[in-house]
């Protein structure tokens, strides 16, 4: 072989080498980006699982919290005109829940100076624990006031009981493990809940009825107005 031809074939085959090498690079490069695609996809595709999930989850959560907050129970407290008549006022603690409340309790800082009997009764009940089924409560007297005209005459304060305005906070359980303690706060006033409505003791008796029948007439009046206040 002469030398040009040597020189010629030396140079076919350096040209071979570097197509060689530069299809060699271009297969590098195009895996690459096939893996860095890959990759890409592989991260999308753990994003969207991830969205699903966490929005699964949120979902279940929120429809468990629905849950409990349409199974729990609710206790709250309000004051009406008391079952005892002119000047009276009741306190009731009532479940309006879908579920029983139990070991309820009730605090408050706003005990009269005074520690009648009526006080001393709503302690003994507040720190009791109590036991509320749904729909059901607890009625205690919470005020007595003088009536117009009265004069007391066991030389005691003018008025029994509590004061007109009071925050109770109460606390209590639900069967629900998941969410078991519960506490409210309210605060009752007798002097906030507007010109408050008296049951009615029915129709005046006739000046025709004998002392006897007018006494009936009177007793049943009294019946008829405290049924009506049982229904507040």
Do not use: C
Not at 100 to 129: C, H, N, Y
């Amino acid at each position: 072989m002469t030398p040009d031809e040597l020189a010629k074939r030396s140079a076919e085959i350096a040209e071979s080498a570097a197509h060689a090498a530069w299809w060699a690079a271009a297969g590098s490069i195009l895996t690459a980006l096939l893996t860095l695609g890959l990759l890409l996809g592989a991260y999308a595709a753990w994003r969207t699982a991830k969205a699903s999930l966490d929005h699964s989850r949120d979902a279940q959560l929120q429809i468990k919290l629905d849950s409990i907050e349409q199974t729990r129970p609710y206790v709250f407290a309000h004051i009406v005109p008391g079952i005892g008549g002119g000047g009276s006022w009741d306190l009731i603690l009532r479940n309006s829940g879908r579920s029983a409340a139990t070991d309820l309790t009730v605090d408050t800082e706003d005990w009269p100076g005074v520690d009648d009997l009526i006080v001393r009764k709503l302690r003994e009940m507040f720190q009791a624990a109590q036991t509320l089924p749904p729909g059901v409560s607890i009625r205690s007297f919470w005020r007595i006031e003088p009536t117009p005209g009265s004069v007391r005459t066991d030389g005691g304060p003018e008025v029994d009981g509590m004061p007109k305005t009071a925050s109770l906070t109460m606390r209590y359980s639900s069967p629900d493990p998941s969410n078991p303690r519960y506490q409210d706060t309210y605060v009752v006033s007798t002097d906030t809940i507007g010109l408050t409505p008296v049951a009615s003791t029915g129709p005046n008796p006739s000046s025709k009825l004998s002392p006897g029948e007018a006494s009936l007439h009177k007793m049943l009046g009294q019946i008829v107005q405290s049924l009506g206040e049982l229904r507040r």
